[in-house]
């Protein structure tokens, strides 16, 4: 989507018809609002994908400006961003989220450079944000799953613990490049957002994308990141979760064995674990999540989005 600065208005041939004066006035204030920005002779314009934007996406925002600008940052949704030069687009990149509380409406991108001598320029984007459609599902589960029984107490806060620890370790430069690629070579099911019923009680929302693959399929990390996380835990059984920076950590769950370690670092692709049934699942699969900033993020928008790559 390509709005503000570069927006451009369809204008009919003059000759074909004669214009009334309140015609030329309507128009002439028309290209006043929707004249490109400049500074310093250069036009800032940005885009984002997807390009319709619902609760629970993750967006990928690109903005060109002016090319004395050292340093780019922004705000969307109450989040600041920091963005990176691509060599490759000529463009400034960022990744952020809408979380699945987000309602629809219009939102501002705002987007700050800082150029040389400390000057500052600025520029506001609205974003159109719609309601996603996420549907229902009803599942069966081992009941000490849904009402964990009082000797699980102790797992299930050790798991609580290690996770707030984990969530809370997030480098403060991006350490994903390029495109995110699929964890594992199958199908999937169990999308994002749909309102699970576990054992006939609603308990929550399907936070991740599952894939469907046997005990033993080798799982890939999706970018380059940090292990934070590869141990065993109560309802995600054995989970391996990546730090690929500024907020965003990829989850993967119900793993039957490790291949990494806490505390390494990963490059994309590489094998971080094989798939199992481990904890909350009712067969074998592997549950894969994106969190950004605190929230869940649908993973099936990611490994759509298409980042600049350099
Ligand atoms: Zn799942």
């Known amino acids: 989507m390509l709005i ?14 004669r214009p009334k004066l309140e015609t030329f006035f309507l128009a002439v204030a028309l290209l006043a609002i929707c004249a490109p920005a400049q500074v310093q002779g250069q036009k800032w314009s940005a885009q ?3 390009v319709k934007l619902v609760n629970g996406s993750p967006v990928l925002f690109r903005v060109t400006a002016p090319k004395q600008l050292t340093a780019l940052a922004g705000n969307f949704l109450g989040q600041d ?33 800082t150029g040389p001598y400390e000057k500052k320029a600025a520029m506001n984007y609205q974003v159109a944000v719609a309601a996603a459609h ?16 009082k000797e699980a107490q102790a797992a299930i806060e050790a798991a609580d613990a290690a996770k707030k620890s984990a969530f809370s370790a997030t480098d403060a430069n991006p350490l994903w490049s390029g495109r ?8 999937t099911s169990g999308v994002f957002g749909s309102a699970r019923i576990y054992n ?3 308990k929550s929302q399907h936070t991740g994308l599952d894939f469907r693959v046997s005990t033993g399929t080798p799982v890939h990390a999706t970018n380059s990141g940090t292990v934070i996380l590869a141990r065993p835990l109560y309802f995600e059984g054995n989970c391996v979760m990546l730090d690929h920076g500024q907020g965003l950590l990829t989850i993967y769950m119900h793993l039957s064995e490790f291949k990494v370690k806490e505390g390494e670092k990963v490059a994309a692709g590489q ?3 094989l798939s199992g049934g481990t904890g909350r699942s009712t ?18 928008t990611l490994l759509d989005l298409r980042p600049p790559e350099k």
């Not at 600065?5 to 018809?17: E, G, I, N």
């Not at 030069?85 to 987000?102: D, E, I, K, M, P």
């Not at 996420?134 to 029984?149: D, H, L, N």
């Open 283 to 300: 067969a074998p699969h592997l549950h894969f999540a994106v969190r950004w900033r605190g929230e869940y993020l649908d993973p099936r």
């Open 180 to 187: 995110f690629i699929p964890p594992a070579e199958a199908e």
């Open 271 to 273: 094998l971080v674990a």
């Open 4 to 17: 503000g600065a570069d927006q451009s208005l369809a204008v009919q041939p003059m000759s074909r018809y």
């Open 134 to 149: 996420y549907p229902f599902s009803t599942i069966k589960v081992a009941p000490a799953f849904v009402e964990p029984p």
């Open 48 to 50: 984002w994908e997807p």
């Open 200 to 202: 006939g009680k609603k």
């Open 81 to 113: 961003l920091s963005f990176r030069l691509s060599q490759s687009c000529h463009c400034w990149y960022a990744l952020a989220g809408v979380n699945l509380a987000t309602k629809p409406g219009r939102y501002t991108l705002r987007v700050e450079g």
